[in-house]
């Protein structure tokens, strides 16, 4: 079976997490795989075949990809094209989305594109019944999965340049919070030498971020890289993660780490209470603002105790909201 995974991008969600992880997921099953989605974002850290798509690909033109690739198979996260292609040639398709997902480009033809689905599967916690105006009567709802990696301190990655490592991620932008984060380091990075901080990020803003690191001589203690480098590696290895986010665009990344068994603080943007019982699991400081975070910070930093007994409660969300489950309800 040949399954292409459409990745679509949107102002406040990216199909990029979970086309990753399912594409990986479905190899291993035996089935052969191509991800496609904006050239710029593919993660090319994986083993997976890749083809990036126009921006403004018509059916027309991504059913000619289909017919190119002799798909069997589509399976799209918030990409309603990739369904239109299918449909014309009728190859059976599964649609993705996260509830009340804000289309970048809404489709006119979504309720009666939607109901010629195979699967309609949406990402939602709500107790509420399904919208079936959007979705569909057989349209099912799912827990956002996630995505884990086992921890361990060895083969450490060449970004983490001391022995206790922190890893933040999200857009390099004023959204990202990376600024206020910036702030926090600059002033507990002399008492903690031994500690690096890497910011993976993407997007505008990264010479702005440089600029404060150079002024205020973090080079030895901080690295940006780009958000193609493979985060899960980065989890792997890393001792405590960051989420400095002033809006919910990066809570897939917090669910990740908690489920990874690292201990992670997070501003209290809407969503992040949903996995983070604060001083348990977890630590939720206010949104924008300097010294919450570097009093959390500091305390994770200096407290090891802390930080492993909030570390082996985070690890619970992998079985709270299982990947193997979300799979299983993808498959067709």
Same mark, same amino acid.
């Given at each position: ?20 992880a ?20 593919? =993660? ?22 289909? /017919?190119?690739?002799?798909? %069997?198979?589509v ?5 309603l ?60 709802? !799912?827990?956002?999965p ?28 004023? %959204?990202?919070?990376f ?6 380091w ?13 910011? !993976? ?8 971020l ?6 205020h ?5 901080? /690295? @940006? ?24 665009? /990066?809570?897939?990344?917090l ?24 001083g ?8 924008n603002? %300097? ?5 959390? @910070?500091? %305390?994770l930093m ?14 619970? /969300?992998?079985?709270?909201? =299982? ?10």
């Amino acid at each position: 079976m040949k399954t292409i995974l459409f990745i679509g991008t949107h102002k406040n969600y990216s199909g990029l997490r979970l086309a990753a992880a399912l594409g990986t997921a479905l190899v291993w099953k035996g089935e052969e795989v191509l991800l496609a989605g904006n050239g710029e974002e593919l =993660p090319t850290y994986l083993q997976l075949p890749m083809t990036a798509i126009p921006s403004k690909a018509t059916a027309k033109t991504l059913a000619t990809l289909l /017919q190119k690739n002799h798909i %069997e198979k589509v399976i799209s996260l918030a990409y309603l094209p990739g369904c239109e292609a299918a449909l014309s040639l009728n190859i059976p398709f599964v649609y993705i989305e996260p509830e009340n997902l804000k289309e970048a480009k809404p489709v006119k033809n979504k309720k009666d594109l939607l109901a010629k689905a195979q699967k309609v599967v949406v990402i939602g916690s709500s107790d509420k019944a399904l919208n079936q105006k959007i979705y569909g009567a057989n349209a099912i709802r !799912v827990a956002n999965p996630a995505i884990w990696v086992e921890h361990y301190n060895y083969h450490k990655p060449a970004c983490f340049k001391k022995e206790n490592n922190i890893v933040a991620a999200g857009p390099f932008g004023k %959204e990202g919070g990376f600024d206020v984060l910036l702030k926090t380091w600059a002033r507990l990075s002399p008492a903690h030498t031994t500690w690096h901080l890497t910011l !993976v990020g993407y997007g505008a803003g990264k010479a702005a971020l440089q600029k404060f690191i150079a002024q205020h001589k973090l080079q030895d203690s901080t /690295q @940006l890289v780009d958000a193609d480098t493979d985060l899960y590696s980065l989890l792997r290895n890393a001792d405590i993660y960051i989420n400095p986010a002033r809006t919910p665009a /990066q809570l897939d990344e917090l669910l990740d780490a908690m489920a990874s068994k690292l201990p992670v603080i997070t501003t209290d943007v809407p969503g992040a209470d949903e996995y983070v019982q604060n001083g348990i699991n977890g630590l939720i400081v206010n949104v924008n603002e %300097e010294e919450p975070l570097t009093i959390a @910070l500091d %305390e994770l930093m200096v407290n090891w105790g802390k930080r492993v007994g909030i570390a082996i409660e985070a690890s619970k /969300q992998k079985e709270k909201f =299982p990947f193997d489950d979300f799979v299983t309800h993808v498959l067709i």
